[in-house]
Nanobody, 115 residues
């Protein structure tokens, strides 16, 4: 089992920034991929960004150039630096741990971007 705890969400004005974090504990294994998803009210959960253990990253087009995903393997932490936030970024943000066919989710952190 892997336990994930997100933090850093909050209320911010459009154009502002937030930095989300996700701390992993438990049976964390080298080689995992960490992923940020988000779910806006009334919408399906969507992929935001992912980072492999070696640091390869990918992003959904809507956040490219504004969000940066990073990780600290020594501390088993994941981050999402979100800049130039827009009202459409409002959602609950979740981190996910992936390794082979294992998937673990955090409880989410709320981000609200006011216009």
């Amino acid at each position: 089992q892997v336990h994930l705890v997100e933090s850093g969400g909050g209320l911010v004005q459009a154009g502002g920034s937030l930095r989300l974090s996700c701390a992993a504990s438990g049976s964390v294994v080298i080689g995992n991929t960490l992923v940020w998803y988000r779910q806006a009210p009334g919408k399906q959960r969507e992929f935001v960004a992912q980072i492999t253990y070696g640091g390869n990253t990918s992003y959904v087009d809507s956040v490219k150039g504004r969000f940066t995903i990073s990780r600290d393997n020594a501390k088993n932490t994941l981050h999402l630096q979100m800049n130039s936030l827009k009202p459409e970024d409002t959602a609950v943000y979740y981190c996910q741990y992936r390794l082979w066919d294992s998937r673990f989710w955090g409880q989410g952190t709320q981000v609200v971007v006011s216009s």
